[in-house]
């Protein structure tokens, strides 16, 4: 059913596992495709009640597959993909718990934001490099970061690209915890066991009585207007120039 993620239900716990562990689980359309569909399903299966995700490999994501962004590429697929994942994260009313070990950049740090409970390798390095390949910011993240973390912060993360560290992403609350190295699904895994002992009903309120008002609503609309910079951005020579320096093994 799947081409790039497993996908496992056991006892009421979902689990989806992005599986491209030689490209460090890039994410390229096909990708996106089915983490979205695993979403929904997860979301409309009743037997479902926690969804945990992780990475095969010891390895969270390397955020989007560059060759995605070439001119031979399938930047609309790229488009409908960001938008897809998003808007069924802003819609989502079963909470959703990351376990991330290695990297997670792009999208992988991202997702930090639309979770509700994460955990963390201590040794795993975060980067938003959006300005290091030359586009926008996505995921929401141009506006949802700073209300997490503190303007000064989402602008150092944003504007330098740099790499940080679990245990800065604990210090800002992005993560419940970072954890032992490999140890990230094993916690994340405990704290769903938890959650299977409680009320579901509670814990969709509590999730849904949290988010802002027009919480969807304005995802949406925050990932849209970056797609657009991001596309735009994309189509000037320097963005490619940058592309291509990054797949050649440059830094």
């Not at 560059?66 to 938008?83: M, S």
């Not at 997702?111 to 996505?138: C, M, Q, W």
């Not at 207007?225 to 991001?230: D, G």
């Amino acid at each position: 059913m799947y081409q790039d993620i497993e996908y496992s239900l056991d006892n009421g716990i979902a689990v989806i596992t992005l599986n491209r562990p030689k490209v460090l689980n890039a994410i390229r359309v096909q990708t996106y495709t089915d983490i979205i569909a695993a979403l929904k399903d997860s979301e409309q299966n009743d037997d479902v009640k926690v969804i945990v995700m992780t990475g095969a490999g010891g390895k969270f994501t390397a955020g989007n597959d560059l060759r995605d962004l070439l001119p031979e590429g399938d930047l609309k697929g790229v488009e409908q993909g960001v938008a897809g994942i998003f808007d069924a994260l802003a819609a989502m009313e079963k909470p959703l718990i990351l376990a991330q070990e290695g990297v997670a950049v792009g999208i992988g740090a991202n997702l930090l934001l639309h979770a509700d409970l994460a955990y963390a390798g201590n040794s795993i390095r975060y980067s938003l490099p959006f300005t290091k390949i030359g586009v926008a910011a996505e995921g929401g993240s141009s506006v949802l970061l700073k209300e997490a973390i503190g303007a000064k912060n989402a602008a150092d993360l944003l504007l330098t690209g740099r790499f940080f560290s679990a245990a800065e992403a604990e210090k800002w609350g992005l993560i419940n915890a970072a954890v032992e190295d490999g140890s990230a699904l094993e916690h994340a895994m405990k704290a769903a066991q938890a959650l299977l002992q409680n009320s579901q009903g509670s814990i969709r309120a509590i999730k849904q009585l949290g988010k802002a008002e027009g919480h969807h609503e304005r995802v949406n609309k925050a990932v849209k207007a970056e797609m657009e910079e991001f596309s735009a951005l994309l189509q000037t020579p320097e963005t490619q120039a940058r592309i291509n320096h990054v797949l050649k093994g440059g830094k």
